[in-house]
């Protein structure tokens, strides 16, 4: 089978992996209808073209916190690829350095940030962090990360406790039986749990305690999952960097706004300030068009990744990474923008957005 768009990997990464593995993969929490309208809200906005324009050349690159990336598509943090490809985040790290985007390191990578590193020593990458109780362990992966060469820190802000993946439950997945994670680098290489344990996420910590992180990095940081305009100035008050509007995949509260749906209202309040980035059911070129053109700097890719993983390996990711890039480069050209800077919101059609 050909395999000419991300949702063909789909099909096929279905057909590779355990049904274990494929429902956590593609599970929601509760009743998935986040999960799904991440999806169905890129479907509902449409696009306004602009013609007889000079587009014999087209650029999709562009940069995230300063660094040159060949497009607006990046690869968001994801736990354990070592259940998808035998060598996990390596193939993924080295898809990510050939494609010339940004990988950001989950906390629950199976593989060592030291191997990650130096299999792909050139690739940008971020590090994810879902923030410990023990503050040393927090300092000694920071310093783990800064050493490492990682630009940025993503600390993902909804995760006080995990969403209910019901087919999980149902399959009794036991990720900690499964495979011992190493947390990345802690002081005694502490074999944690995946994120289906919620014992290991630290459901107090709050805006407070964000420039405790501060002091202990000048790493740029970055808020993972904000979804309101409350929280998106409160970001910008504190100071931070960057923030992914994201809603974990639909992986944790249920029934929340699609990530494009709730991107407008954390973009208008951000006010230009600092960068914000999106994920959530990016799936097609226009899905990348429509999110940068209501304010994101680029977007994230989840699931994509993963299937290209389970189809090809690293082949599979950077396949999934250039035919997204193919795709994109098309929609800018037959929408009438020949750099990522002329990208704007009158590419949108208002009236079928209720937000704007
Ligand atoms: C299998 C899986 C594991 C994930 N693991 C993490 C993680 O460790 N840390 C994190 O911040 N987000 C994690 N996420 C959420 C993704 O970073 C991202 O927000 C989401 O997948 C984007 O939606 P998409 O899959 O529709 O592209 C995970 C998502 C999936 C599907």
């Not at 602009?50 to 968001?76: F, K, N, W």
């Amino acid at each position: 089978m050909s395999l000419v768009c991300l949702t063909d990997f789909q099909v096929l990464a279905r057909q590779k992996l355990s049904k274990i593995i494929w429902d956590f993969i593609e599970g929601g929490a509760d009743e998935e209808i986040t999960r799904d309208d991440n999806v169905a809200a890129f479907k509902r906005i449409r696009l306004r073209p602009r013609y007889l324009r000079d587009m014999s050349e087209v650029d999709i690159r562009t940069t995230i916190q300063g660094e040159e990336i060949s497009a607006p598509i990046c690869i968001a943090p994801t736990a354990m690829h070592c259940y998808i490809w035998p060598d996990g985040e390596m193939s993924t790290a080295r898809a990510a350095q050939a494609a010339n985007i940004c990988f950001i390191t989950s906390t629950f990578a199976s593989c060592t940030l030291e191997d990650i590193v130096a299999t792909a020593p050139r690739g940008l990458r971020w590090l994810q962090l879902y923030v410990q109780l023990d503050w040393e362990i927090n300092k000694y992966i920071v310093r783990r990360a800064e050493s490492l060469g990682f630009k940025a820190l993503v600390i993902t802000v909804d995760v006080p406790i995990t969403g209910k993946r019901r087919n999980d439950m149902r399959n009794h997945l036991d990720l900690q039986k499964k495979m011992k994670i190493k947390y990345p680098g802690s002081p005694e290489e502490k074999n944690f749990t995946s994120e289906a344990q919620p014992t290991h996420f630290n459901a107090s910590f709050c805006w407070d305690h964000l420039s405790r992180m501060q002091s202990i990095t000048k790493l740029p940081i970055i808020l993972k999952g904000i979804l309101t305009k409350e929280d998106a100035e409160l970001a910008v008050k504190h100071k931070v960097q960057g923030i992914i509007v994201s809603n974990h995949g639909g992986r944790q509260l249920d029934e929340v706004p699609s990530s494009i749906d709730a991107l407008v209202e954390v973009v208008t309040a951000v006010k230009g300030k600092i960068e914000v980035y999106m994920d959530g059911g990016v799936r097609t070129g226009n899905d990348v068009l429509k999110a940068l053109a209501l304010g994101a700097k680029c977007i994230f890719l989840g699931r994509p990744v993963l299937w290209g993983l389970a189809c090809k390996g690293e082949h599979g990711v950077e396949e999934v990474l250039n035919i997204l890039k193919t795709e994109f480069h098309s929609s800018m050209t037959l929408i009438g923008c020949r750099s990522v800077a002329e990208i704007n919101r009158d590419l949108i059609q208002l009236s079928k957005l209720s937000l704007l």
